[in-house]
């Protein structure tokens, strides 16, 4: 067992770090926010981290926590701007603001190393502290989807005109949805970066859009439990692929494409379905 987690650290540091990066945009989805703004604030964490590390010796805890106020309070003031703004053009506009960090960083001079990145962000930070971490974000999650707190939410999500006629303060659940998006976010990209010792331009790019929404769309984005299913297929399944070579890349869009298009609700949808059918009670006749 300890050869084996060994031998595997890397990729099961990055399953915990790609659920919190899954998260980030799994939280307004919950709410019916379209937003993708996660994305921006992974790489405000990562950099701030960086920055922080190198330029002033924060511990990483201290590193992490400056990176996440950082894109809380960038996450409220885009709230406050896109506040008109729903659906694809929502998402349209997030993926913008994820750009123009990239962008930022790129043209950042010595600050952000430009394109070249920054290097040598050494800290004391271990794989055991990263599962706490998000052991504890998963836990404050799942309380979120229960009580009136969790109804409040699914109300949002559903018809926020009738929720609002009923009370539920819509404009400020959204709002805290972009914040929670963003602390989860930079939490994830502050804690890559410490554990990597690096970041670059290329890691904070439209990739992790794709990924962060494949995540979601396969496992599902109704609850924690769907973000957590697509950080672990997608995190190990370029490994489980290794034998197939050069059509690794194909293999997996087929898988992404069969996912979406046969499983809309994503895998944890398709399990919460299989159980109620087995607790439907059964007919006269045999039918369920």
Do not use: K
């Not at 992490?64 to 998402?91: C, D, E, N, T």
Request: proline share 4%; with cysteine.
């Amino acid at each position: 067992m300890i050869a084996w987690y060994e031998a595997n650290v890397v990729l099961i540091q990055s399953t915990f770090i790609s659920l919190l990066l899954a998260l980030s945009i799994q939280v307004p989805f919950r709410a019916g926010v379209f937003s993708l703004a996660g994305i921006g604030s992974y790489g405000i964490g990562a950099y701030t981290a960086a920055i922080v590390t190198l330029q002033l010796g924060w511990p990483p805890f201290a590193a992490i926590g400056a990176g996440m106020l950082l894109a809380a309070v960038i996450a409220y003031l885009l709230a406050l701007v896109l506040a008109r703004l729903s659906g694809l053009y929502l998402g349209m506009a997030t993926i913008a603001y994820s750009l123009i960090l990239s962008v930022v960083v790129i043209n950042g001079g010595e600050l952000t190393g430009g394109a070249q990145g920054l290097f040598g962000a050494v800290s004391d930070l271990q794989t055991g502290h990263v599962v706490a971490v998000a052991a504890a974000a998963v836990v404050l999650l799942a309380l979120s989807e229960r009580g009136r707190l969790g109804r409040w939410i699914d109300a949002v999500r559903e018809d926020p005109e009738l929720a609002v006629s009923v009370g539920v303060p819509v404009t400020a659940i959204r709002q805290l949805s972009f914040v929670v998006g963003g602390l989860l976010g930079a939490c994830a990209g502050a804690m890559n970066t410490l554990l990597r010792t690096t970041v670059t331009p290329e890691e904070v790019g439209f990739h992790l859009v794709v990924l962060a929404l494949t995540m979601i769309i396969v496992g599902g984005s109704r609850s924690w439990a769907g973000a957590l299913i697509g950080a672990v297929v997608f995190t190990w399944l370029p490994t489980v692929l290794a034998f197939v070579g050069e059509w690794q890349t194909l293999v997996y869009g087929v898988v992404v494409a069969v996912a979406a298009i046969f499983v809309p609700t994503g895998i944890l949808g398709l399990a919460q379905d299989f159980v109620r059918r087995l607790r439907r009670p059964a007919l006269p006749g045999g039918r369920p």
